[in-house]
């Protein structure tokens, strides 16, 4: 089955009518954490993300949207509960909900609203290399840059679940023909994690190739991950994160009408 990367924009109104609909296809949970949010822009991100995931599940797995459970990880990270081999993730920033869904691979997508910050931040969550690549490309893409693999590289850890438990600097996305103080123009972006030697006997025991870093005392590792990464729009970046398989060119963007209708047929169909 193919990836794809599914995107929502959230108005700033839901019509109550919608809106209702929405809120009765989620969990119990959510619709709980929905009614204590101060800003009704996290409730609707929040719950559109969810009622997105169940749309499309359901046309995944033939089963209703409301009929869907899921479970967590102990790092939190959701999985179907009747089919946990049917991966799929979901993120939410700004006025965009994403979700990525399909192939038996894990997944990971993350949007985030682009903000003005200090680039300084970078140095203290980036790996050295992510750093020197940021610091080369000019001025006035630096921000847009950041984005990029601060995204990319929340895909890759929601991706393998394990949320900020993996230090953001042990790992390194960089565009696999990027050298330093060249622009290149089609990017293709390549995981590469370090480790411990101690950890080499046993990655090389299960097949893995790795190499040895000049200090001699790290593995390096290339993952075998591939990744998206493009503008959602001038504000928002996105990136998503496959173990393997292929990676659609471009998201398909989903209406608040598709999903409420897809809601009714389902009810009508008693599904
Ligand atoms: N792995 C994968 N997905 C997870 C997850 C995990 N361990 N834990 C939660 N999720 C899913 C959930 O579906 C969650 O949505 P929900 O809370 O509405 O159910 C969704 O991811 C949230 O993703 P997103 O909207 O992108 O939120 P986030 O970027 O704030 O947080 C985390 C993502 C929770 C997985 C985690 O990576 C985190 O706390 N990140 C903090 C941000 C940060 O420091 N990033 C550094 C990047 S350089
Ligand atoms: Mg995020």
């Known amino acids: 089955m193919m990836i794809t990367i599914q995107v929502l924009q959230v108005p700033s109104v839901i019509p109550e009518v919608y809106w209702d609909l929405f809120l009765s296809s989620v969990s119990e949970e959510r619709r709980a954490q929905a009614s204590r949010f101060i800003h009704q822009a996290d409730a609707y991100r929040s719950v559109l993300g969810e009622v997105l995931t ?6 995944i797995t033939g089963i209703g949207a409301d009929k869907l459970s899921f479970s967590r990880s102990i790092y939190g990270k959701p999985c179907l509960a009747q089919y946990p081999d049917r991966p799929f993730n979901v993120s939410h ?3 965009w909900v994403a979700l990525i869904s399909g192939g038996t691979d894990e997944l990971g997508v993350d949007v985030e609203k682009i903000s003005p910050i200090d680039l300084q931040i970078a140095e203290r969550f980036f790996s050295p290399q992510e750093n020197t690549y940021l610091a080369a490309q000019p001025v006035d893409q630096q921000l847009n840059t950041f984005y990029r ?4 590289k929340e895909s890759y850890i929601k991706a393998i679940g394990t949320g900020l438990s993996l230090p953001l600097d042990s ?3 960089l565009p696999s023909q990027w050298v330093q103080g060249q622009q290149v123009d089609d990017l293709c972006w390549r995981c590469t994690q370090t480790g411990h030697a101690e950890l080499t006997g046993k990655l090389q025991q299960k097949g893995e190739q790795l190499s040895s870093d000049a200090e001699g005392d790290k593995y390096i590792r290339v993952m075998p991950h591939r990744f998206y990464s493009q503008p959602l729009d001038t504000k928002h970046m996105l990136a998503a994160c496959t173990a393997d398989g292929e990676l659609p060119m471009r998201p398909e963007v989903v209406t608040l009408d598709q999903m409420y209708t897809k809601l009714v047929e389902d009810a009508n169909a008693g599904r």
């Open 171 to 173: 790992f390194a996305i």
């Open 93 to 95: 920033s700004g006025d």
């Open 149 to 152: 693999l601060w995204t990319l």
């Open 54 to 59: 169940r749309v499309t599940l359901s046309e």
